[in-house]
């Protein structure tokens, strides 16, 4: 039924049911017509019956029945039906009519006419017998009437009632429908009105789908699509935030550049020429390091789409510990791994797990002073791996703990430089793979951060 359109679905649901009244209404209209042919039938017989009944008559102890033809002529009908009647001297001796004419299986009570169905020449025929009293010299005795009649009149009787009914029937289903689908019809044009809504939204000047007009059974529809168009104007709102960020962190620090190098063609001093190298050597090294991270950033925004493999976690952990060993010597802060663990299998993204620990260890080494120390911690926690990076730096205090994952967001601190993107790529790695991060204080109440992410096995 999904590939109907709703309302030849909500037709079909009632015209359905409605059809499957037809067969027992046909049942039921029959058997009505059957019994109002029957009663015609019947009334018809007996009157025939009573016309003949009253002609009998008794002449010096003989019976005589004359036939009137108005007896006979109340059975012409559109359909010819054979008549057959027989009329008994109270002896049983038959007076007028066919010797072998229908004969009830027990007489009558009384006067009153008996009613029976019988079998003439071959033919089904519905009958009455009436018994009539005949006075003579002797007293009064009963003769008896029987008139019978084949049923092409009552069949035919049968089968009009039946179709009139039927046909009434039919028409009333079939109007029924047509009412229904006109009142479907208009109903569903409120539906057409929500569409024509959505379509005509303007995003910059978003007017709410739900209002008063809508019918109940749509508003929690253009309730969910009110919220679905807030949610993704909001990731838009991100999305443009993002770009304009990046092209202004980008322009920067380009501008800078452009500055440094001709300050360094202007110099004739070869000592000066050097220092002004040596700053556009470092600004290229920011700048690649920002152009790096926006790219781990977009990856890894891409979050649950991204291809995974089985990849195993101790490996790629020491392999980047490895890359940071130089900048930990350089920082003179000491950098150590603990785990139990050989390898561990874990079904991610090997670059999106690399970037996870990475920034993370990058910040606590950075932002320890040196002489502290850096350890970068893996185990297996019930369904989850977990990942703590403890330093013993200043820390990030509890307030700003959410806005650090912001993207370009940095705390006011002098002393180092760092283009504010590494921890918004933990957050958007870890969410690819489902799991959380979040950043405490040290469980030994020593000043640094702990940050601790939980990856769940998939
Ligand atoms: N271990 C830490 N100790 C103290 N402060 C931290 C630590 N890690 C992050 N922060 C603070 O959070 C801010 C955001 O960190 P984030 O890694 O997102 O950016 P960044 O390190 O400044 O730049 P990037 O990592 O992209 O080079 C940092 O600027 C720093 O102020
Ligand atoms: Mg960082």
New binding site residues.
């Given amino acids: 039924m999904s590939r109907l359109g709703l309302r030849a679905e909500l037709l079909l649901r009632m015209g359905l049911p409605l059809a499957a009244l037809v067969p027992f209404t046909v049942g039921t209209t029959w058997l009505d017509a059957r019994s109002t042919a029957d009663l015609v039938q019947d009334r018809t017989l007996t009157a025939s019956a009573r016309v003949i009944a009253e002609r009998i008559e008794s002449r010096d102890g003989v019976v005589d029945a004359p036939i009137p033809p108005a007896a006979l002529e109340m059975f012409v009908g559109d359909v010819p039906d054979r008549v057959v009647y027989r009329v008994l001297d109270p002896d049983g001796d038959l007076v007028a009519g066919y010797p072998d004419g229908p004969m009830p299986d027990h007489r009558p009570k009384g006067h009153a006419p008996l009613h029976f169905d019988a079998v003439f020449q071959g033919r089904q025929v519905r009958a009455v017998a009436l018994a009539q009293p005949i006075v003579d010299a002797d007293g009064t005795s009963d003769g008896l009437v029987v008139v019978g009649s084949t049923l092409n009149n009552h069949d035919r009787l049968v089968s009009d009632l039946w179709l009139k009914a039927l046909r009434d029937q039919v028409l009333l289903v079939a109007a029924a429908c047509g009412l229904a689908a006109v009142g479907l019809t208009l109903g569903l044009a409120r539906l057409t009105r929500l569409r024509e809504r959505v379509a005509a939204r303007d995003p910059d000047r978003p007017a709410r789908l739900d209002d008063e007009d809508l019918p109940s059974e749509f508003r929690p529809l253009a309730v969910a699509l009110d919220q679905a168009f807030a949610r993704i104007e909001g990731d838009v709102a991100i999305q443009r935030r993002f770009v304009a960020n990046a092209a202004h962190q980008l322009r920067t620090p380009l501008a800078i550049l452009k500055t440094q190098a001709s300050v360094g063609l202007g110099e004739d001093d070869v000592a000066r020429k050097h220092d002004a190298l040596r700053a556009v050597d470092r600004s290229v090294g920011a700048m690649s390091?920002l152009v790096n991270?926006l790219l781990s950033l977009a990856r890894a925004e891409r979050g649950a789409a991204v291809r995974k493999d089985t990849v195993d976690l101790v490996a790629i952990l020491r392999g980047r510990l490895d890359d940071l060993a130089v900048l930990a010597v350089e920082r003179g802060v000491d950098l150590a791994f603990e785990t139990d663990l050989e390898t561990l299998p874990f079904h991610g993204h090997a670059t999106l797990l690399g970037e996870i620990a990475v920034?993370?260890v990058?910040?606590?080494l950075?932002?320890?002073p040196p002489g502290g120390e850096v350890v970068v911690r893996l185990s297996r926690a019930d369904a989850a791996v977990e990942l703590v990076v403890e330093?013993t730096?200043?820390?990030?205090p509890a307030e700003?703990r959410e806005r650090?994952?912001e993207r370009f967001?940095?705390?006011d601190?002098a002393g180092?430089?760092?283009?504010?993107?590494?921890?918004?790529?933990?957050r958007e790695a870890v969410a690819a793979h489902g799991g959380a991060v979040t950043l405490q204080d040290r469980a030994d109440g020593r000043s640094?951060?702990l940050?601790v992410v939980r990856l769940p096995f998939a």
Wanted: charged share 20%.
């Fill in positions: 390091r991270q920034n993370l990058d910040n606590a950075r932002w320890t330093d730096g200043p820390g990030v700003a650090v994952f967001h940095r705390l601190r180092t430089d760092g283009t504010g993107l590494g921890l918004a790529i933990v640094g951060l940050a």
